[in-house]
């Protein structure tokens, strides 16, 4: 038998499975928070909100890559039997960091609240805000999910990503 339709399975089984589905959220909302924050004009603590958007959108790219194909015993120190515990630290630094990341977003779109009428002229960045508030609240609960779900395998002693 060809190693190709266990390839394709092993696909398959983590593309199915609930870390999975989550990291494609997590992938997903990410790109559109930082897209959304990065084709229009921002300044201030922004920047931050930029940051921690565009850092753990590549390191969760990095992750969802690695468990896809089956190769986190190639990280040093980091995978293997570790794998599982590199995962929680990831989401739970994401959780953390992106909790101030929302309360920014909600602050900023606070401030530009009142350029929401249709009667205001000028450039407002306040629906801009808006959704990139959503999408940073989104990305808030997918990696609190993550967390939640990676905490519950670590106290059942799971070793693996993948159930």
Same mark, same amino acid.
């Given at each position: 038998?060809?190693?190709?339709?266990?390839?394709?399975?092993?696909?398959?089984?983590?593309?199915?499975?609930?870390?999975?589905?989550?990291?494609?959220?997590?992938?997903?909302? !990410?790109?559109?928070?930082?897209? /959304?924050?990065?084709?229009?004009?921002?300044?201030?603590?922004?920047?931050?909100?930029?940051?921690?958007?565009?850092?753990?959108?590549?390191?969760?790219?990095?992750?969802?890559?690695?468990?896809?194909?089956?190769?986190?015993?190639?990280?040093?120190?980091?995978?293997?039997?570790?794998?599982?515990? /590199?995962?929680?630290?990831?989401?739970?630094?994401?959780?953390?960091?992106?909790?101030?990341?929302?309360?920014?977003?909600?602050?900023?779109?606070?401030?530009?609240?009142? %350029?929401?009428?249709?009667?205001? @002229?000028?450039? %407002?960045?306040? @629906?801009?805000?808006? /959704?990139?508030?959503?999408?940073?609240?989104?990305? %808030?609960?997918?990696?609190?999910?993550?967390?939640?779900? !990676?905490?519950?395998?670590?106290?059942?002693?799971?070793?693996?990503?993948?159930?």
């Amino acid at each position: 038998m060809s190693p190709e339709p266990q390839v394709r399975k092993s696909f398959l089984k983590f593309l199915k499975s609930f870390l999975g589905i989550v990291r494609i959220l997590q992938i997903v909302f !990410g790109a559109g928070l930082w897209i /959304t924050i990065a084709a229009n004009k921002y300044d201030g603590s922004i920047h931050f909100v930029l940051f921690v958007a565009v850092l753990f959108w590549l390191l969760t790219l990095a992750l969802f890559f690695l468990t896809l194909l089956d190769k986190q015993d190639l990280v040093p120190l980091l995978g293997g039997e570790r794998w599982l515990c /590199t995962n929680l630290a990831h989401d739970v630094a994401a959780t953390v960091l992106y909790l101030p990341a929302v309360g920014v977003m909600i602050y900023k779109t606070d401030r530009n609240s009142f %350029c929401n009428l249709e009667a205001y @002229k000028h450039p %407002c960045l306040f @629906k801009i805000y808006l /959704t990139a508030t959503v999408f940073a609240c989104l990305c %808030c609960l997918a990696y609190l999910l993550s967390v939640t779900f !990676g905490a519950c395998r670590k106290c059942r002693g799971e070793q693996t990503v993948i159930s």
